[in-house]
């Protein structure tokens, strides 16, 4: 009988073990998986009740730390990965010398997180660094609405970077963060933002709303498209890389036209805008493409437009100004008809076609029911 006692003890002792183990192979395989994330996600999409974790404090901590002086952060950057020391001098060396940027979803990323982890576990460092965040975004900002890709603004090469940012989304982003901020969504309200600093917020959306409307290309009257991005004085369209010429955008004036079509209660300068920019894309689609990958006698790569009945429309990235056709661009700034007609590095590593109009032109009829518009 003792030995029956002992041995099922034993077992049972092993079995906890072994649960144990599976436990923290668990761990270690959550963590290995958290590491493998993409940051944009590690910020925003965990499950709710992570961000009260350790890990979430030790990537807090890492944020925390790359924050520059002035308020910002710089893009591109692995901030839920562990920093060695080197690292971590290396950035706070750099933490006066040079400001941040909001290309590539930057700051706006890393404030979203921050107010993820507050929510959470209070610690006032948290609130702190989000409310230097917003005010770098505030300070950011033109008087005539805009913001730049990277302030404080650079000259020289990367002089483009002071442009009003529309590239990538860049600006909408800012906007709709400003305007999430004013919401009722619980991580925001955990800060409890002051009244004065909500009224600065709105000041901040109303400008940007209004640079939207101040940009946008009319012609004949009419407006239309946006630029990717716009001179911050002219407001008028303008060049930022040797390939990215002043021109129509096909990509960036979606986001633009699906902010606008968020607002209630619309003037009629919101409506005549969005009414103009849908009837332009509706009248310049470029048809039913396929945008294939084809296997070249060398193994590399290479990319090719196939015209498909079957296929969805698409739209061109850049659109001539003049002739407001279609037009691809090598790095050395001169247009072409075609992307056969460019070099493989661009022709392959930029993306030429979009398909973005698509959700725009899907939500004009409800966007025009809901606000009564024959």
């Known amino acids: 009988m003792k030995n029956r006692i002992a041995l099922s003890k034993t077992i049972g002792l092993i079995g906890l073990i072994a649960v144990f183990a599976i436990g923290s192979a668990m761990g270690q395989k959550d963590s290995k998986d958290f590491q493998d994330m993409r940051w944009k996600d590690v910020a925003v999409k965990m499950p709710e009740a992570w961000y009260a974790s350790n890990e979430a404090k030790l990537v807090a901590e890492n944020v925390l730390l790359t924050q520059k002086a002035i308020g910002g952060w710089e893009k591109n950057k692995p901030y839920h990965h562990p920093m060695d020391a080197g690292k971590k001098a290396a950035y706070l ?6 400001g941040a940027t909001f290309d590539n979803d930057a700051t706006i990323t890393e404030l979203r997180f921050l107010a993820n982890v507050y929510s959470k576990t209070k610690d006032e460092r948290y609130k702190q660094a989000f409310e230097k965040g917003i005010n770098y975004i505030l300070k950011a900002q033109y008087d005539n609405g805009g913001w730049p890709q990277f302030y404080p603004v650079r000259k020289g090469s990367v002089a483009y970077s002071g442009h009003i940012t529309f590239n990538d989304d860049a600006m909408v982003n800012i906007m709709r963060f400003l305007k999430e901020l004013l919401s009722d969504d619980p991580a925001f309200q955990s800060m409890q933002l002051s009244d004065s600093k909500k009224a600065k917020i709105q000041e901040a959306y109303d400008k940007g709303i209004a640079c939207f409307l101040n940009t946008q ?12 991005q716009h001179d911050s004085v ?14 129509f955008s096909g ?12 607002i209630e209660n619309p003037s009629n300068e919101v409506k005549a805008s969005i009414n103009g920019a849908v009837k332009w894309f509706e009248d310049h689609s470029v048809g039913r493409l396929r945008v294939d990958t084809q296997t070249m006698p060398d193994g590399s790569k290479d990319r090719i437009v196939v015209e498909d009945k079957n296929a969805p429309l698409h739209w061109g990235r850049f659109y001539d100004l003049e002739t407001e056709k279609i037009y691809f661009c090598d790095r050395d700034g001169i247009k072409k008809d075609s992307i056969t007609e460019i ?5 392959n590593g930029y993306s030429w076609y979009t398909r973005a109009p698509e959700q725009m032109l899907e939500k004009y009829p409800e966007w025009k029911k809901r606000n009564g518009i024959n």
């Open 217 to 228: 290309i009319v012609v004949k009257g009419e407006p239309t498209a946006w630029c990717a």
């Open 93 to 98: 060396k750099t933490k006066d010398e040079i």
């Open 234 to 247: 002219t407001l008028a369209p303008a060049k930022a890389r040797s390939y990215e010429l002043p021109s």
């Open 251 to 262: 990509s960036e004036s979606v986001g633009i036209v699906l902010m606008l079509m968020e």
């Open 343 to 347: 070099g493989h590095e661009r022709r």
